[in-house]
C-alpha cells in the first residue's frame, strides 16, 4: 500500500512512521494453532472451551495469531506464543454491556498469550454450535501507517487543516483489522497503562466492525489489542464507537 503523496508532510512525519501488516484470509478453518478469525483455536487438553464470568455461556473466539505466522517484528513481540482473545456476545444477558467490555479486563472477554511449546499435543475442546464462521489468516500486506491528528498533537507534531485533511483522506491511521502500526482511534487518544510499570501500552492488533468478524462493537466501533513493550505478558482489550 502506498504511503504519503504529499513529499513535504511524508518528511515531516518521517519520526512517526510505522509499519503495519494487513491479513490476507481465506473462508475456512485450518489447523489449531493458526492464526484465524474464529474457528478451531488451540485448547490445552486440560482445559474446557472458555466460558464468560458473567453468563457462563461459552465465549466466541474472535482471533487467534500464532508468531510463528507473523512477520518479525510481531512475531517478536509475541515470543514465538499463540495469543488467544474470546469475547462474549449474548445479548441474554447483555454481557458487553453489563460487564462493560469496552474497557480492559472485562469478565465476559478472555486475552491470553501461550508460550511455545504449549499449542501442540493433544486438543482440547471442540467449538461449540453457533460460532461464527472462520476465516483463516493465510498472509500479511505490509503498509506504512501513521498516527491521526490529534495523536501527533499529543506527541508535539502540528499539522495544519489542509495537512490533517490530507492524512485523512489518504487513510492514515489505518482502519480494518492491522498488525501493528498506530490505533484508528474512533474518539479520542486512549491507551491503557501496564499494571505492572504504569507505562503506555502500544498497539499490537486492531479489530474492527463487520470485517473479519460478522460482528458490530456498539455503533460501528474498534477495538484495539495492546501490549505493554516491557512486560510482554500484559496485554489489553478495548474499543469504542461514534
Not at 472485562?106 to 486475552?111: D, E, F, G, M
Request: hydrophobic share 35%; aromatic share 10%; net charge negative.
Amino acid at each position: 500500500m502506498s504511503d504519503i503523496e504529499d513529499r513535504s508532510l511524508r518528511q515531516k512525519l518521517a519520526a512517526v512512521r510505522r509499519r503495519t501488516w494487513i491479513p490476507e484470509v481465506v473462508d475456512g478453518d485450518g489447523g489449531r494453532a493458526d492464526s484465524k478469525f474464529s474457528g478451531r483455536p488451540y485448547i490445552p487438553p486440560s482445559e474446557a472451551w472458555p466460558a464468560c464470568g458473567n453468563c457462563g455461556k461459552p465465549m466466541q473466539l474472535f482471533v487467534q495469531l500464532n508468531g510463528r505466522d507473523l512477520p518479525a517484528e510481531a512475531g517478536e513481540a509475541l515470543g514465538g506464543g499463540l495469543l488467544q482473545f474470546f469475547y462474549c456476545t449474548s445479548d441474554d444477558p447483555h454481557c458487553e454491556s453489563e460487564c462493560e467490555a469496552y474497557f480492559p479486563n472485562a469478565t465476559s472477554t478472555l486475552l491470553r498469550l501461550l508460550v511455545p511449546g504449549e499449542a501442540t499435543g493433544a486438543d482440547g475442546a471442540e467449538p461449540p454450535a453457533g460460532m461464527f464462521p472462520p476465516r483463516r489468516i493465510v498472509g500479511w500486506t505490509e503498509s506504512p501507517d501513521y498516527p491521526n491528528w490529534e495523536e501527533l498533537d499529543e506527541l508535539g507534531i502540528e499539522l495544519g487543516d489542509e495537512e490533517a485533511d490530507a492524512l485523512h483522506e489518504q487513510d492514515f491511521p489505518r482502519d480494518g483489522e492491522k498488525l501493528l502500526g498506530w490505533p484508528a482511534w474512533v474518539q479520542s487518544v486512549e491507551y491503557p497503562a501496564c499494571p505492572e510499570c504504569s507505562g503506555q501500552m502500544e498497539l499490537l492488533f486492531q479489530i474492527d466492525s463487520e470485517h473479519n468478524l460478522p460482528y458490530m462493537f456498539g455503533d460501528v466501533g474498534t477495538g484495539h489489542i495492546t501490549q505493554c513493550p516491557v512486560h510482554r505478558h500484559q496485554l489489553a482489550f478495548g474499543w469504542a464507537c461514534g
